[in-house]
């Protein structure tokens, strides 16, 4: 016979129960409006909106332990606006912001694994190399020849925080579904990046982003032979023309698989906005990732059409370089197939010269945040705060070591060889396309990270490891036709 009486409650089950919660949570809701509204009334309104923006972030920040994609978005979008943000609002800790977003995402991944018993979140194709690549930038904590233990902090707490990005994911991309969709918000965050770009060339720079300039003595970076350089939303022109070069390929190859009118007209809109925004950025390392990327794309694509366009777009190029001409932009373009000729790649090359001894007698480097920004900040005056890491590769030699440039080299290699041996096996034809694309942007990178220091700074370091979880879900997905998941087995229709 059942028992009628209810079962005992403790003060706990009755103070979290559904009833008590909603009650809880509009008193504390009054309370803050109403300490808003004293703190605004006194003139205090900025620790009033702060508070505003803790109570409307705090559930967002929550929600990404439990649905991951809401962090990852988030993350792309901060990533591609951050620098333009901080042009308007400086000294706002979004770093910080960012971090403990990444640091939320992987926590509720671990919980996941805990209780379905099953520790799976660390297991990639690519998990062997990342560990290692991760360790070095631990062991370089102990390196005896760092100045500075604060600027290892601040340059390890990104670099380590964005590579749990290539985790994160890689575990919620199991679909076709899900990794067009991160696509299509990178592809909008471009082209909203170039239309701003755009913008700067026909309008000028806003108040707020000249000010910055002046204030931090940047005007020698954006302003070369009489003209304004367009960065868009990003930290430099450089960053903004790189990222242009590579969308306006990725966007060329993809847009066949656009089946309505207003589809391909939007993507041609995105190719035309951000050539024009590579263009007008004077970005010579973004001039040099569309031959790149191309002869990644045909090599890659085995179609005879693309070999006879690159072919005739070759030749047009040619006559482009060789041209005689007074127009600013098309001379830009032929500076970045004459190296002889420019003397901001001649001084790179000597202080390359200069510096390798150093690099050979330093097998650990001289430390994590040793040299560039960093440097001058926690470790002025000494002799590599005052060198210029003018490439990626340098930087890291310098900052790690031989030890760690041969690693980085690895890193490379492993990214480049495994997704390479993983493509062959591909059979699905719309996620070979988006396969190819995440090539023409990876591997080009490999050349530019010579000249310019790309894959260290935001948005291209956080969207290095997006890139890599991208294509190797696309290459699992596709190697069976018309597949849906990673889980499904083959499906008769393509659910395109």
């Keep these: 016979m059942k028992s009628n009486a209810n079962p005992q409650k403790s003060l706990i089950d009755i103070v979290l129960s559904p009833y008590w919660v909603r009650r809880w949570g509009l008193a504390l809701l009054f309370f803050i409006c109403l300490g808003i509204v004293y703190l605004s009334s006194k003139g205090v309104w900025l620790i009033g ?20 994609k809401v962090g990852v978005y988030m993350m792309v979008s901060i990533a591609f606006i951050m620098s333009m943000f901080l042009r308007l609002i400086q000294g706002v800790p979004i770093g910080l912001l960012m971090d403990f977003t990444i640091l939320l995402m992987t926590v509720g991944e671990l919980l996941k694994d805990i209780e379905k018993r099953e520790y799976t979140f660390f297991k990639t194709p690519l998990s062997w190399v990342v560990y290692i690549w991760m360790g070095w930038h631990f062991l370089e904590l102990a390196n005896p020849e760092a100045a500075s233990r604060v600027a290892w902090f601040y340059v390890a707490r990104p670099a380590v925080g964005y590579i749990m990005i290539y985790f994160v994911t890689y575990r919620f991309l199991n679909s076709r579904t899900e990794i067009k969709k991160l696509l299509s918000l990178i592809i909008f965050l471009s082209f909203f990046s170039g239309a701003w ?9 806003f108040p707020f982003e000249m000010n910055y300039i002046i204030q931090n003595d940047a005007v020698h970076l ?30 060329i190859l993809l847009i066949g698989f656009k089946k309505t009118f207003w589809g391909r007209f939007y993507y041609i809109v995105v190719i035309v906005t ?11 390392s973004g001039i040099a990732v569309i031959p790149l990327a191309g002869a990644t794309v045909v090599g890659l694509s085995k179609n005879m059409k693309l070999y006879v366009t690159s072919l005739f777009a070759g ?27 420019d003397e901001s790649f001649q001084v790179r ?49 310098v900052e790690m070591g031989w030890i760690g440039y ?5 890193l490379w290699g492993a990214v480049l060889i495994k997704t390479l041996l993983m493509y062959l096996k591909v059979k699905d034809e719309e996620l070979r396309w988006i396969a190819i694309g995440i090539f023409g942007a990876l591997c080009p990178l490999v050349v530019v990270e010579t000249a310019q220091d ?40 393509s659910d395109k």
């Design 406 to 410: 041969l690693l980085y080299l690895l």
């Design 349 to 397: 090359e000597k202080n390359k010269e200069m510096i390798i001894p150093w690099i050979m007698a330093h097998p650990m480097g001289g430390g994590l945040g040793s040299t560039g920004v960093w440097g001058q900040r926690f470790s002025p005056g000494t002799f590599l705060a005052n060198f210029p890491p003018d490439s990626g590769y340098v930087r890291v030699a």
């Design 274 to 284: 951000c050539f024009m925004g590579l263009v007008y950025s004077g970005a010579r």
């Design 197 to 205: 770009g755009v913008a700067q060339f026909v309008f000028g720079y």
């Design 315 to 341: 030749i047009g190029l040619f006559f482009v370089i060789i041209m005689p001409t007074d127009n600013y932009h098309i001379k830009r373009i032929q500076s970045t197939f004459k190296s002889d000729e």
């Design 222 to 251: 954006v302003f070369i032979q009489g003209r304004w350089r367009s960065f868009g939303t990003m930290g430099s022109p450089a960053h903004f023309g790189v990222i242009m070069a590579y969308m306006v390929v990725f966007c």
């Design 49 to 68: 909106f702060l508070i505003a923006g803790a109570c409307m972030g705090a559930p967002v920040l929550l929600a990404t332990m439990v649905n991951t």
């Design 454 to 493: 790309i894959v260290g700074k935001l948005p291209s370091n956080m969207l290095f490891w997006i890139w890599v979880a991208m294509l190797l879900r696309a290459l699992e997905i596709g190697t069976i036709p018309n597949r849906e998941s990673i889980y499904d087995e083959p499906a008769e229709d």
